[in-house]
């Protein structure tokens, strides 16, 4: 029997993440949305490619805007990506409120439908929304995570990539931190075939791609002018949940709860963590610079900042 994903929220981020993990058959997929006919629309529509691209996967979807989460009953992992999308000009933090409740409705029913799930959240402001999610749920903190590290990475990845006219496959970038502007890319740890970055590129560069991926998200928003990124957030939510389904246990950076490593405690920021089929199996600690812990602790502070408005 395959494994099964639900995925909440029938956006770009939700049906393109659906669309991946359906047609590399890594799962069955439930796609949810409050809109009427949407999911079920597109989750028919990928159904009907499984023939083209040799999948046997499972994908419906399903309007929840009577709450009737039944059809999501035994996921192995749960993505949430519902709530409201990040505009020109809006910072992650202006989400807080708007998507708290979202995200809270949402958990509930996921705890009392997949009690034993894997809760992976995309929604922003991320690092707040991984918090709300913990408690909310009563997971244990291996079980809840939040999609950031792999994105942010992605993107520094590819900028790198660009400035050396290298494959990306050569290419292995480091950023940390909350999913925001206080991210904390870490050159030192960033690598091409191995060789540090440093060793590549003069520091004027370097600085510049750490500024273009801080602001990377909010490029790509004011190109759109409607809508924000969703092709490298599926992508980064594919990652993760292979790494889990499969027992990759994969080094990857994710929103996880620190319980005093960094010398943080009580909070979920972006640190190194391997990835298996019991989720977050460890948190991998790195040395860092007086510099890159200053940063890091910043990013921390960012979220605590909004964990402490939520009241959590």
């Not at 989460?69 to 933090?93: C, H, L, Q």
């Not at 950023?175 to 060789?195: E, K, Q």
Request: net charge neutral.
């Amino acid at each position: 029997m395959r494994k099964k994903v639900t995925v909440v929220g029938g956006g770009f981020v939700g049906s393109t993440a659906a669309q991946r993990i359906a047609d590399a058959e890594l799962a069955d997929v439930v796609l949810t949305d409050i809109l009427e006919g949407v999911p079920a629309g597109k989750g028919l529509d990928m159904l009907e490619s499984g023939p083209i691209l040799r999948s046997d996967a499972r994908v419906i979807g399903i309007s929840t805007n009577t709450g009737d989460y039944r059809e999501t009953a035994n996921s192995d992992i749960v993505v949430i990506t519902a709530g409201f999308p990040r505009k020109p000009g809006m910072s992650r933090d202006d989400l807080l409120r708007a998507n708290y409740d979202v995200v809270k409705g949402v958990v509930e029913q996921m705890a009392k439908y997949s009690p034993n799930a894997i809760l992976i959240m995309v929604t922003n402001p991320l690092d707040a929304m991984a918090q709300a999610a913990y408690k909310i749920s009563g997971f244990s903190k291996n079980r809840v995570m939040g999609m950031a590290g792999v994105l942010d990475s992605a993107r520094m990845s590819t900028f790198v990539a660009m400035e050396l006219g290298v494959s990306v496959e050569n290419v292995h970038s480091f950023v940390l931190g909350g999913h925001g502007d206080d991210m904390v890319p870490l050159p030192r740890y960033s690598t091409v075939a191995g060789i540090p970055l440093p060793d590549l590129l003069p520091k004027e560069r370097i600085d510049a791609i750490v500024e273009r991926t801080r602001k990377g998200g909010a490029e790509i928003v004011n190109l759109l002018k409607t809508g924000s990124a969703y092709y490298a957030p599926s992508a980064a939510v594919f990652e993760m949940v292979e790494a889990i389904l499969k027992d990759k246990e994969k080094i990857l950076p994710c929103a996880a709860y620190l319980e005093g490593e960094y010398s943080i405690k009580g909070l979920f920021v972006g640190v190194p963590v391997k990835l298996g089929a019991r989720g977050v199996e460890q948190i991998i600690q790195i040395k860092l610079t007086p510099e890159e812990n200053a940063a890091l602790q910043k990013s921390a502070a960012s979220v605590r900042e909004l964990v402490t408005v939520l009241g959590l």
